[in-house]
């Protein structure tokens, strides 16, 4: 059974950058996507981005111009980094397994991390 | 604004069926997913595609889709199942990831 199990700092100051590491255990890192999702207090979801296994990403074009997604297939780990944080990026973030159905038109969302509440304070 | 919209807040009967939807352009194309999330923890997948469940997610969760409308029914719900509820797809593109606003499920 693959789970994600995910690190990094939990109090930023504004004008630093976050930065978070995922490790995947337990099953293969290839053929999947491999996804950041936060969710400020009180809110909904937020996807950031993803990596396949070969370094290939997506952004959330609202937050594209900060964010940097990373892999390590070496560790089976993939990480996070997101520039200039405010308040506003205050929020628990996720790493996500992505898997494409067979279709094309299917994909979900699933194993998840345990979360990590990033709070950006002066 | 999403992408894809869901009322804020529904409310359910011991033990009667309600369906939370999910409305969007891009679901003409791309099937949602289903997320069930309780207080303080993650999101947890309950339907995918078509009509999928995730081993372990109980029969009486089911999905269906019609139009720009994903619906997920939830037929005999029980107290357990009071939660916020999430759906997800592409984008109009297709080529990146949107959520609903979510969903307060309560059971009465």
């Known amino acids: 059974q693959v789970q994600l199990q995910q690190w990094g700092a939990g109090l930023l100051k504004p004008s630093e950058t976050l930065s978070l590491t995922c490790a995947v255990y337990g099953g293969s890192f290839s053929g999947y996507s491999w996804s950041w999702i936060r969710q400020p207090p009180g809110k909904g979801l937020e996807w950031i981005g993803e990596?396949?296994?070969?370094?290939?990403?997506k952004y959330n074009p609202s937050l594209k111009s900060r964010v940097t997604i990373s892999v390590d297939t070496s560790k089976n780990q993939f990480s996070l980094k997101l520039s200039s944080v405010t308040a506003a990026d205050t929020a628990v973030y996720y790493c996500?397994?992505?898997?494409?159905?067979?279709?094309?038109?299917?994909?979900?969302?699933?194993?998840w991390g345990q979360g990590t509440l990033v709070t950006v304070s002066s | 604004s999403s992408e894809l919209t869901q009322d804020p807040a529904v409310s359910v009967a011991l033990g009667q069926t309600v369906r939370i939807t999910c409305q969007g352009d891009?679901?003409?194309?791309?099937?949602a997913s289903w997320y069930q999330q309780k207080p303080g923890q993650a999101p947890v997948l309950v339907i995918y595609g078509k009509n999928n469940r995730p081993s372990g997610i109980p029969d009486r969760f089911s999905g269906s889709s019609s139009g720009n409308t994903a619906s997920l029914t939830i037929t005999g719900a029980q107290a357990e199942d009071e939660a916020d509820y999430y759906c997800?797809?592409?984008?109009?593109?297709?080529?990146?990831?949107?959520f609903g606003g979510g969903t307060k499920l309560t059971v009465l």
């Open positions: 996500v397994r992505r898997t494409r159905g067979g279709s094309g038109n299917e994909d979900w969302f699933d194993p």
């Open positions: 997800n797809s592409r984008d109009s593109s297709g080529n990146h990831v949107v």
């Open positions: 891009s679901l003409r194309t791309y099937y």
């Open positions: 990596i396949t296994h070969s370094g290939s990403t």
